[in-house]
Structures are given as C-alpha cells and as structure tokens.
C-alpha cells in the first residue's frame, strides 16, 4: 500500500489537519485525498457551515478521539477547513488516519 503524506501541521498544543468538506453525500464518510494530500471528508450536511459540528462528530468516532479536544480553526464558513487535534502528534492522527481511510 502507498504510504501517505496527509497534510499535517504541528501546532502548539497539537496537531492541525486540512480537510475539504463535500456536503449533500448520502452518508458520511472519508473520500480519499486531493493531488496536495488534504482529506476529502462527504457530509450528509446541506451547507459547508452546518457541516462543521458534523465534521467534528464525524472526525471523533471514526478517530476514536474526544470531540472536546477538536476544534476547526481556519475555514468554519468555507469548505477548505484546518482541524486542530489538541493533544495528538502528527504521527499519532497519521496512523489513526491510515488505519481508517
């Protein structure tokens, strides 16, 4: 299997993942990567801003990580969004990631 370069940044207190965010899918789930390496993410959401609590949701079952330790730091009206995952290295969401996806 291709090893993946998602696009990670480390940040202060943990990690930061771009995602785009495809809206109006029949269900939730991960689409795969863009040529740059952000994740694809389909909502069942109507719109790319009552997508985020969902996208949060989504992130922190699939993930298994608690919903309280995200937050979308950059892109909460837009569907090119930067998560923050407080407490998490870049390797930590990178396996987590790889084992979902």
Excluded: W
Aim: hydrophobic letters at 45%; one cysteine or more.
């Amino acid at each position: 299997m291709k090893k993946r370069a998602f696009n990670f940044t480390d940040g202060k207190t943990g990690a930061c993942l771009a995602i785009y965010v495809i809206v109006r899918a029949a269900n939730d789930h991960f689409a795969g990567t863009t040529e740059d390496n952000v994740v694809k993410i389909r909502l069942a959401s109507p719109t790319v801003t009552a997508a985020n609590s969902a996208l949060l949701s989504f992130l922190s079952q699939q993930l298994n990580i608690d919903a309280a330790q995200l937050e979308i730091v950059a892109g909460k009206n837009k569907a090119h969004k930067l998560v923050s995952f407080e407490g998490y290295s870049t390797s930590d969401l990178e396996k987590r990631l790889l084992a979902v996806m």
